[in-house]
């Protein structure tokens, strides 16, 4: 009866794979739950975008320890972020990142999506009052900062000038906007308004720090219910908020983003322990928004685009075909040869094996995994390792039917001696790629990284196969044969 309940649980598990292969998955909807469930190619494969960052700074101008491993993290965010499938972001050289977006077609999306990528800073609007620095939100600023002539706060004899607003279009506001501040948990009042339509004004803003310094952004709730965006800054960030915040209460500190203003909050107090929260007239929404902005939008240093270009997907497309054929050729003479030299076991193996292709493409589909070249590499090694653990078995299984066992005996018996060595040739196996996969994820080697994962699922699937399936389907066809009458059937 156990034999039976195991049966039904592997067709069930078949069922949902062929669900899950199927060309035309609508997906997961259920409740709030949405999941595609597709095939996601490489750029290598599908074509897509590829583009070069470079920090915006002058040349002789040193770039601190660590910076663009940060700015490479939060790139990868945020592109990933924004929708855009499995985007490869790695670090070239001290100065540079390269980004490849798998799918994108149009250049000017794609290289619009990565500048948004951009640069946070804390601005010091103490010399424009409360109504024009609200009315600069969602309009563009020039700030001090990255400017090679005067790295920070403006020309020593440059007069500051009024920021001049002038819109292309008329609106009229439903309402008042709200104030937004700073107090110590300490606080920073936001400033909401609609954006306005502008051309950039003459002054230049002083910036006093960037997003490099915070450490952490959450949205949390006061007191009232209302939402709030709380964050925690560095040691360097807390001594800079510290000294401003002190001398500037009651003046207007401006959250820009890419040269944008997308929050004015004010100084409510000092803020001297390294942590504020930013209130305003917020919803969930807003503030999660503004939350990920500060998050994700905390790049160290300011970023250009050097080159982009468009990778054609016709090369990838005929790979793919190659590899297909090349894989469909190499899965039918592996289904022969089991079928040929181990007759009855075989042709279970077999089925079994066609499961594992279904499990494992699901699994593919469903985590997902970008598949790639190497990738599709790693997926047709894996079947070598899925049939050699069915070829352990099946040989143990022959010694035991030549030593007198009956069917049922040989069939355990011959599972429990190849176990030990299936188990420690996979394991080994999963050491290395996990090895591989760390490689990658650390020197950007994205093709070892992707070729280590798709090697180490099939891997774990194989091992499900050959522990569960073919066991299985060894007892259920099996048990019932008398081998005395059948010899030829197990090649023996």
Excluded at 5 to 20: D, H, K
Excluded at 303 to 311: F, P
Excluded at 371 to 380: C, D, E, H, M, S
Aim: with cysteine.
């Amino acid at each position: 009866m156990r034999l039976y309940r195991t049966l039904i649980i592997i067709l069930v598990i078949i069922a949902i794979a062929i669900w899950m292969d199927l060309p035309n998955n609508p997906g997961i909807h259920i409740g709030s739950i949405n999941r595609l469930i597709q095939t996601r190619l490489g750029l290598d494969l599908v074509g897509g975008v590829q583009a070069l960052l470079e920090a915006d700074l002058p040349p002789n101008e040193p770039i601190p320890a660590g910076a663009m491993t940060t700015a490479r993290q939060i790139v990868e965010n945020r592109v990933n972020g924004l929708g855009v499938n499995e985007a490869v972001v790695q670090q070239a050289g001290e100065r540079r990142i390269v980004v490849e977006l798998p799918g994108e077609t149009d250049p000017q999306k794609a290289l619009a999506t990565i500048q948004q990528t951009g640069l946070l800073e804390f601005v010091d609007f103490s010399t424009i009052s409360q109504q024009e620095a609200i009315a600069l939100v969602g309009t563009t600023i020039q700030t001090d900062f990255g400017q090679s002539s005067q790295p920070q706060g403006n020309p020593t004899n440059a007069p500051i000038q009024e920021p001049t607003i002038l819109p292309t279009q008329q609106t009229t506001p439903t309402s008042e906007p709200t104030p937004t501040t700073i107090t110590p948990t300490q606080t920073i009042t936001s400033t909401a308004a609609s954006p306005a339509i502008a051309t950039p004004p003459a002054q230049v803003f002083h910036t006093i720090m960037t997003g490099i310094d915070i450490k952490t952004v959450s949205v949390t709730t006061s007191t009232t219910g209302q939402y709030e965006v709380a964050f925690q800054l560095s040691d360097q960030g807390s001594k800079i908020f510290s000294d401003y915040t002190s001398a500037h209460v009651g003046d207007i500190l401006a959250i820009v983003l890419d040269k944008i203003v997308i929050s004015a909050p004010r100084v409510d107090s000092a803020i001297t322990a390294g942590r504020g929260v930013i209130t305003g007239n917020f919803t969930l929404d807003s503030a999660n928004a503004l939350a990920v902005q500060l998050r994700y939008g905390s790049l160290p240093i300011p970023l250009k685009v050097v080159t982009s270009q468009t990778v054609g997907p016709t090369l990838g497309q005929d790979s793919l075909r190659k590899s297909l054929i090349a894989g469909m050729i190499g899965l039918s003479v592996v289904v022969l040869f089991m079928g040929l030299y181990y007759r009855l076991p075989g042709i279970l193996a077999d089925l079994a094996l066609i499961v594992y292709a279904l499990i494992t493409f699901a699994l593919f589909k469903f985590i997902p995994v970008t598949l790639t070249l190497p990738g599709i590499a790693g997926f047709v090694l894996s079947v070598g390792v899925a049939v050699d653990a069915n070829v352990l078995i099946f040989e143990r299984l022959k010694e035991e039917l030549r030593s007198g066992r009956n069917l049922r005996q040989a069939i355990d018996l011959g599972w429990s001696r190849a176990w030990p060595s299936i188990r420690d040739s996979n394991f080994s196996t999963l050491i290395t790629c996990l090895i591989l996969f760390w490689f990658g994820s650390t020197f950007g080697a994205s093709i070892v990284k992707g070729f280590s994962l798709t090697l180490a699922l099939g891997v774990l699937v194989s091992m499900f196969t050959a522990i569960i399936v073919t066991r299985t389907f060894l007892h259920v066809v099996l048990d019932n044969i008398d081998f005395s009458e059948h010899h030829g059937w197990f090649g023996v």
